[in-house]
């Protein structure tokens, strides 16, 4: 049997300096001139896995960025595991307000920064980290899948699971994209929001009129926008949509000292909604403005504007479905538009909500791996964000477990700015993954 801590001790500088490099590459899924960085992020995971000894590999798509699929074959009686992960990456806001570059990682306080560090190029990195431990030949059957759109949504996973649905089969899937309770406590995520958003687009005038000569009688396009935006929300900050679904949790509530902390709050922010923090986190929808196209106020002229668009995000609650939340949405905005305006509704990236099942002999096995890599117990948790993929592959593969792991923490900041990974987790991490395939190749098929 290996020695899992010394060989992961032997490959961590390896694997460091691999992330550091992956982390260099500003894959961007949402931006199209980012197109050839996410094709290259995926060709450098690629290169990885082929140098771990993946027995056969592909680098495939289905209309949309590229997803690596690599294969080590499983030994007679073992189970066959799916190794998760995404090489691309948000983009990263305002540039001034990083304290170091974001696609020039550094290591600060034991922490290493850049945009893509935590999210989810330390999940792909861990995987290669625990396949290089086994000197390219685990103990069990792997599939290695690393996608190139998780971060807008997934959009032809279900073409991608259609077209290749043999060489993605699997017994156990392990999805590195989740966040830990603390440094030291490892999660499995039990339950996820699914998300729908659109974009809508308000048309009041033919064209730019003079804002002091026709103003007062004629309205303008933004302020249009703006009120039809407000009418998300009640008076509590409770989002105002009918017929989405609204769940509740039994888990301990957050402490809100410790939410306002984490969330960066302004001390006289006040906290939306009602109900406890976990329940407005995991299993009530939430519905914000990510984006919206009007002039900037340095080019803004004294006229009113015939046409205003904005980005809408939903996300709804474990037990709703991607489908009816979105005509949901559409439905409210049709509904309540004002002043005659035309009202267009397009709609964007889909994804559905879902809850696992936490029973049964590979989380049990899960449960004592992660115990003793982390030195404390894995606690189980909803998460307000959302991985379409696992409820596609829950679909496609009814009788597979599906685990959800931690490369983040509280302090990772994952979409904002300063991302960071804590690398003493991410050794934690490494070896709680390895312990599992090592427990689970010791089941000789026997699952449950």
């Not at 199209?32 to 896995?49: F, K, M, Q, S, T």
Request: include cysteine; charged fraction near 20%.
């Amino acid at each position: 049997m290996t020695d899992l801590r010394a060989a992961l001790a032997d490959v961590h500088d390896g694997c460091l300096a691999d992330l550091e490099a992956l982390a260099r590459i500003p894959s961007i899924s949402s931006e199209p001139e980012h197109e050839g960085d996410v094709r290259a992020a995926i060709d450098r995971v690629a290169e990885l896995a082929r140098a771990a000894g993946a027995g056969s590999l592909d680098v495939v798509a289905a209309g949309g960025h590229p997803a690596l699929i690599a294969h080590w074959p499983a030994p007679a009686g073992t189970p066959t595991v799916l190794l998760y992960a995404h090489a691309d990456v948000q983009p990263t806001g305002p540039l001034e307000e990083w304290t170091s570059p974001p696609f020039e990682p550094t290591r600060r306080d034991g922490r290493l920064f850049g945009r893509g560090a935590a999210d989810d190029k330390a999940g792909v990195m861990l995987h290669l980290a625990v396949l290089r431990a086994f000197g390219g030949t685990p103990p069990v059957g792997v599939v290695l899948f690393i996608e190139g759109e998780e971060e807008i949504g997934s959009p032809t996973l279900t073409r991608l699971l259609a077209e290749h649905r043999d060489a993605l089969r699997s017994d156990v899937i392990v999805i590195a994209d989740s966040a830990n309770a603390a440094v030291d406590v490892p999660a499995f995520t039990t339950s996820l929001r699914g998300l729908v958003d659109v974009y809508v687009e308000v048309r009041l005038l033919e064209r730019p009129v003079h804002s002091g000569m026709f103003g007062g009688p004629a309205g303008d396009a933004l302020t249009v926008l703006c009120r039809l935006l407000a009418t998300l929300h009640d008076e509590d900050g409770d989002v105002a949509i009918e017929g989405l679904h609204v769940g509740s949790s039994s888990a301990p509530d957050i402490d809100e000292a410790v939410y306002r902390a984490d969330t960066t709050l302004i001390p006289a922010a006040q906290l939306l909604g009602c109900g406890s923090i976990v329940d407005r986190l995991w299993d009530k929808p939430a519905v914000s403005v990510l984006g919206i196209d009007a002039p900037s106020t340095a080019q803004a002229s004294n006229v009113l504007l015939p046409r205003a668009r904005a980005k809408v995000s939903l996300r709804i609650a474990p037990g709703d479905d991607a489908s009816s939340a979105m005509k949901a949405l559409t439905q409210h905005l049709e509904s309540r538009v004002e002043w005659g305006a035309e009202l267009s509704v397009t709609e964007g990236s889909a994804g559905d909500p879902f809850a696992l099942e936490t029973t049964g002999a590979v989380y049990d096995l899960a449960r004592q791996a992660f115990g003793e890599a982390y030195g404390n117990t894995a606690v189980e948790s909803g998460i307000g964000g959302s991985i379409p993929f696992i409820a596609e592959f829950a679909r496609t593969y009814p009788g597979a477990t599906v685990l959800v792991t931690g490369v983040g923490d509280p302090a990772s900041r994952w979409h904002g700015i300063d991302e960071s990974l804590d690398l003493s987790m991410w050794q934690k991490a490494c070896l709680a993954e390895a312990l599992l395939l090592q427990g689970l190749a010791a089941t000789d098929g026997q699952r449950g």
